[in-house]
């Protein structure tokens, strides 16, 4: 019996430049992503010093050619990402995927729609990248179990905010009646907006109690408003602290050739989201 290669798995120049391109285990990996890295932020570094005019003015021929130049450098890195995946859809409709093409199209899309340049700050997303380009795998799998914590709170904290926009509306209509329209309190939705500044305890200042019993009334309010504060962050602690304390295992920075998932164990055989073998 003939062995007849696995679909998902690459040859040759390409299996060379998928482990430069998406993983950060090898020293050329590291390099090629630090590089990425240094662009990303100069490129957002231009983004900022473009938005002052006098610099702008004076130095707008060198801000034009240096954004080419990265656009051309991201779409380049694009292409390879797509032409080193067996499978480039799963790339392509991939969270990184997806941001990767939001830092390449502004510019091609400025050609055609004046403006759109101003998304250019999108940039700053695929700094996450930085994350796998350090291996601070300790910072994941505490972000994944973040992640369980709050979708394990949703229900909890659904409820808890349908009750403070009940207690809002309650104390806006208090408000309104307390202090009326001559003191700034014009309808009952400013009077709501009053509540959630107060409640809130941010606190504009844009409209205030101008009687005794206004300020008594908002100074309980406000105190009201740091035990409301404290809610959301009990129940996703209490999440945090239920959870599953299974030893850490450590993870390797492999990406998988077929659907470039990475953040598999350091031992696993075959991608644990698309089963192709690594």
């Given at each position: 019996?003939?062995?007849?290669?696995?679909?998902?798995?690459?040859?040759?120049?390409?299996?060379?430049?998928?482990?430069?391109?998406?993983e950060?285990?090898?020293?050329a990996?590291?390099?090629?992503?630090?590089?990425?890295?240094?662009?990303?932020?100069?490129?957002?570094?231009?983004?900022?010093?473009e938005s002052?005019?006098?610099?702008?003015?004076?130095?707008?021929?060198w801000?034009?050619?240096?954004?080419?130049a990265?656009?051309?450098?991201?779409?380049a890195?694009?292409?390879m990402?797509?032409?080193?995946?067996?499978?480039?859809?799963?790339?392509?409709l991939?969270?990184?995927?997806?941001?990767?093409?939001l830092?390449?199209?502004?510019?091609?899309?400025?050609?055609?729609?004046?403006?759109?340049?101003?998304?250019?700050?999108?940039?700053?997303?695929?700094?996450?990248?930085?994350?796998?380009?350090?291996?601070?795998?300790?910072?994941?799998?505490?972000?994944?179990?973040?992640?369980?914590?709050?979708?394990?709170?949703?229900?909890?904290?659904?409820?808890?905010?349908?009750?403070?926009t009940?207690?809002?509306?309650?104390?806006?209509?208090?408000?309104?009646?307390?202090?009326?329209?001559?003191?700034?309190?014009?309808?009952?939705?400013?009077?709501?907006?009053?509540?959630?500044?107060?409640?809130?305890?941010v606190?504009f200042?844009?409209i205030?109690?101008?009687?005794?019993?206004?300020?008594?009334?908002?100074?309980?309010?406000?105190?009201?408003?740091?035990?409301?504060?404290?809610?959301?962050?009990?129940?996703?602690?209490?999440?945090?602290?239920?959870?599953?304390?299974?030893?850490?295992?450590?993870?390797?920075?492999?990406?998988?050739m077929?659907?470039?998932?990475?953040?598999?164990?350091?031992?696993?055989?075959?991608?644990?989201y698309?089963?192709?073998?690594?």
């Open positions: 019996m003939v062995d007849t290669p696995d679909k998902n798995t690459l040859t040759g120049w390409r299996r060379t430049w998928h482990e430069i391109i998406y950060a285990d090898t020293p990996g590291k390099a090629f992503d630090l590089m990425l890295i240094v662009a990303i932020m100069f490129g957002v570094a231009l983004v900022m010093l002052v005019v006098t610099i702008e003015t004076a130095y707008r021929s801000f034009y050619a240096a954004e080419w990265l656009t051309l450098l991201f779409t890195e694009y292409a990402r797509i032409v080193c995946a067996t499978r480039p859809w799963n790339y392509v991939s969270g990184m995927g997806i941001i990767d093409l830092a390449i199209l502004p510019t091609w899309m400025g050609t055609i729609v004046p403006g759109a340049n101003v998304f250019l700050s999108l940039r700053t997303l695929r700094l996450l990248r930085i994350f796998r380009i350090l291996k601070l795998t300790s910072y994941v799998k505490e972000a994944a179990e973040l992640q369980r914590a709050l979708l394990a709170s949703v229900p909890r904290i659904a409820v808890f905010v349908l009750g403070v009940a207690l809002v509306i309650i104390i806006g209509s208090v408000m309104y009646v307390i202090e009326g329209p001559e003191n700034g309190y014009t309808s009952i939705p400013i009077s709501i907006y009053w509540a959630i500044v107060t409640l809130t305890t606190g200042g844009d205030t109690p101008k009687t005794s019993l206004g300020q008594f009334f908002a100074s309980v309010v406000m105190l009201l408003g740091w035990g409301i504060l404290a809610v959301p962050t009990g129940i996703v602690t209490a999440e945090i602290v239920r959870g599953p304390g299974q030893a850490e295992k450590p993870v390797s920075t492999k990406a998988c077929a659907c470039s998932a990475d953040g598999h164990d350091a031992d696993a055989r075959f991608c644990k698309c089963g192709a073998a690594l």
